[in-house]
């Protein structure tokens, strides 16, 4: 449930202005407002939004360096077909993947479009998560250098900073590191461990986000990853002051629910697509599929 201090935005009626609502129950406190994600006519055209958005997103981790040589794997859910997923070819850089390059993979591992090989941990655990979590239409996993180090700790991020609370309650821990993930067992219990929450911090390995849309995990990742420099930092420096537990979950309905993930990924996407226009060059082959059933 969206926290009450959190609205869908609403053009004003024509002549009309753009203000600030106040909330009806509590005397002095603003609504935020914000817009909503889009709706769409056809599995074609959610198809093609789905799939520049995957796009965008490897390409804006290779920008932040969230990437490492052929680690890491992004995946989201085919609108029309949901039980099978979109994912980045093995040994694809993340800074050059296309929507023509993306492989559409079943829960059993094969490539039913696509011609280039799978990476092995990516099946293991994307379709475990994907499998587990009905709402889990995007899934985002890398090997970046503060989730790395901060998961040799193997504790939760603590509420030290605004930004932190998004994940306040919401991210589990995996303890223990069984070595690359290649076998079922270990992708069914990162599944179980991440259980209802958005995110995972993965002792001795990485960080792992979900959201309902690719531009909401793809943001929880990168938010995550800051997450952990930050806390890092500030216990390097000396004992962090924590933000109080009631504080915490109150910012945490807004600054984590859904739509502030959705959000907060559009000034990334601005970015990515003005300095790289390719990733909107699409047409009629990127939004069909035909699986010859």
């Given at each position: 449930?969206?926290?009450?201090?959190?609205k869908?935005?609403k053009a004003?009626?024509p002549?009309?202005?753009?203000?600030?609502t106040?909330?009806?129950?509590k005397?002095?406190?603003f609504?935020?407002t914000?817009?909503?994600?889009?709706?769409?006519?056809?599995f074609?055209?959610?198809?093609?939004h789905?799939k520049q958005?995957?796009?965008?997103?490897?390409?804006?981790?290779?920008?932040?360096?969230l990437d490492?040589?052929?680690?890491?794997?992004?995946t989201?859910r085919?609108?029309e077909?949901?039980?099978?997923?979109?994912?980045?070819p093995?040994?694809?850089?993340f800074?050059c993947?296309?929507?023509?390059d993306?492989?559409?993979?079943?829960?059993?591992?094969?490539?039913?479009?696509?011609?280039s090989?799978?990476n092995?941990a990516?099946?293991?655990?994307?379709?475990?998560?994907?499998?587990?979590r009905e709402?889990?239409?995007?899934?985002?996993?890398s090997?970046?250098?503060?989730g790395k180090?901060?998961?040799?700790?193997a504790?939760p991020?603590l509420?030290?900073?605004?930004d932190?609370?998004?994940?306040?309650?919401d991210?589990?821990?995996?303890?223990?590191?069984?070595?690359v993930?290649?076998?079922?067992?270990?992708?069914?219990?990162?599944a179980e461990?991440?259980?209802?929450?958005?995110a995972?911090?993965?002792?001795?390995h990485?960080?792992?986000?979900?959201?309902?849309?690719?531009?909401e995990?793809?943001f929880w990742?990168?938010?995550?990853?800051?997450a952990?420099?930050?806390?890092?930092l500030?216990e390097?420096?000396?004992?962090?002051?924590?933000?109080a537990?009631?504080?915490?979950a109150?910012s945490?309905?807004t600054?984590?629910s859904?739509l502030s993930?959705?959000f907060?990924f559009?000034?990334?996407?601005?970015?990515i697509?003005r300095?790289?226009?390719?990733?909107?060059?699409?047409?009629?082959?990127?939004?069909?599929?035909?699986?010859?059933?």
């Open positions: 449930m969206e926290n009450d201090a959190v869908f935005f004003p009626e002549g009309a202005k753009i203000s600030f106040k909330d009806p129950n005397p002095g406190k609504i935020f914000m817009p909503q994600p889009p709706t769409f006519s056809s074609g055209e959610e198809r093609v789905r958005r995957l796009v965008a997103a490897f390409r804006i981790f290779a920008k932040l360096g490492e040589g052929v680690g890491g794997h992004l989201c085919d609108p077909h949901p039980e099978l997923f979109w994912v980045n093995f040994g694809r850089s800074a993947i296309t929507i023509k993306l492989l559409l993979v079943d829960h059993n591992g094969t490539v039913v479009v696509g011609t090989p799978l092995a990516a099946f293991v655990i994307h379709s475990k998560i994907h499998g587990a709402d889990a239409i995007a899934a985002c996993h090997h970046s250098v503060y180090a901060f998961s040799t700790l504790k991020v509420p030290v900073t605004q932190a609370c998004m994940f306040y309650e991210h589990a821990v995996l303890p223990g590191f069984n070595g993930v290649a076998d079922e067992v270990e992708g069914d219990r990162i461990v991440l259980g209802s929450c958005k995972i911090v993965m002792q001795n990485g960080l792992l986000t979900v959201g309902k849309t690719v531009d995990a793809a990742f990168i938010a995550l990853d800051k952990c420099h930050v806390q890092l500030a390097a420096a000396g004992t962090p002051t924590l933000i537990h009631e504080v915490a109150d945490h309905q600054v984590g859904s993930g959705w907060n559009q000034p990334y996407y601005q970015m697509t300095e790289q226009p390719d990733i909107l060059k699409v047409d009629d082959e990127d939004a069909q599929l035909n699986l010859g059933e």
